[in-house]
């Protein structure tokens, strides 16, 4: 299994400090979190709906969920378990931990497999990223008032 990560680089104009990067990360991170909760992908677009199957389990009735409202959500462990893995000054790789259960979690939803050898059509639910425009506005508020 894959270690679910993306590398964010950081143009060289921006010219950030370790404390600055690792600001930039929290807020990224919590832009994907807050942007997966509202049930919208790396790109913005909704989430596929769940599967009939799920919506009759009962993980789906324990988990309280609204079929109406795909957010990632069941425990919210996944989504919490984001983190900076690294950073230099060019750039950011945040994600997984690798080997860990939301990694699993994670690429299930990244690639649309959950669980399965191939992906499940119209499944995919990438939410690990974000646009450029998001992340030059991250970025100049990370480095407001600096020359």
Do not use: C, W
């Amino acid at each position: 299994m894959a270690q679910q990560k993306i590398a964010i680089e950081i143009p060289e104009k921006y010219k950030l400090k370790p404390a600055q990067r690792v600001e930039l990360a929290d807020l990224i991170i919590e832009h994907i979190y807050d942007r997966s909760n509202r049930g919208l992908d790396k790109n913005g677009k909704p989430f596929p709906g769940y599967s009939k199957e799920y919506i009759d389990s009962l993980d789906f009735k324990i988990g309280g969920k609204s079929k109406n409202k795909v957010n990632l959500q069941l425990s919210g462990d996944m989504l919490a378990a984001i983190t900076l893995l690294n950073h230099k000054k060019d750039r950011l790789v945040i994600g997984f931990e690798a080997g860990t259960e939301e990694n699993a979690k994670a690429e299930g939803n990244i690639l649309g497999t959950y669980g399965q050898d191939a992906p499940i059509r119209g499944k995919k639910r990438d939410f690990l990223g974000l646009k450029a425009a998001k992340l030059r506005e991250l970025l100049e508020y990370v480095t407001d008032g600096e020359d």
